[in-house]
Nanobody, 127 residues
Framework: QVTLIESGGGSVPAGGSLRLSCTAS????????IAWFRQAPGKEREFVSG????????SWADFAKDRFALSRDYVEKRLYLQMNNLKPEDTAVYYC????????????????????WGQGTQVTVSS
């Protein structure tokens, strides 16, 4: 299992930006698919974006693909989620999650697939 730690949340006005980071440790991180999820109060946890730690295509939720971006830091074993043009509806706790990549790509948009989770970081966007 990998251990995941998120950071970078905070409070911003609508239209602002934040960069979240997910730092991985423990098992060989290159074996894993890493994703970002978010959960707003009273709502289910929803997929934001995901990618293999090493390389490969990135999957995006429709609400994120034109405003958010992913990047990697292989030295620090971090995956960054750059969020731009934030909206009040982006307010949520954002979680980093990981699962060993099996190659079939099935279920990677579902929170139930993931075996490791970070503690979450709060993002609040005011109108």
């Amino acid at each position: 299992q990998v251990t995941l730690i998120e950071s970078g949340g905070g409070s911003v006005p609508a239209g602002g930006s934040l960069r979240l980071s997910c730092t991985a440790s423990g098992d060989t991180v290159s074996y894993y698919y890493i994703a970002w999820f978010r959960q707003a109060p009273g709502k289910e946890r929803e997929f934001v974006s995901g990618t293999r730690y090493t390389t490969g295509p990135t999957s995006w939720a429709d609400f994120a693909k034109d405003r958010f971006a992913l990047s990697r830091d292989y030295v620090e074993k971090r995956l960054y989620l750059q969020m731009n043009n934030l909206k009040p509806e982006d307010t949520a706790v954002y979680y980093c999650a990981a699962v060993r990549f099996t190659g079939d790509g099935l279920g990677l948009n579902s929170a139930k697939t993931y075996t490791s989770w970070g503690q979450g970081t709060q993002v609040t966007v005011s109108s």
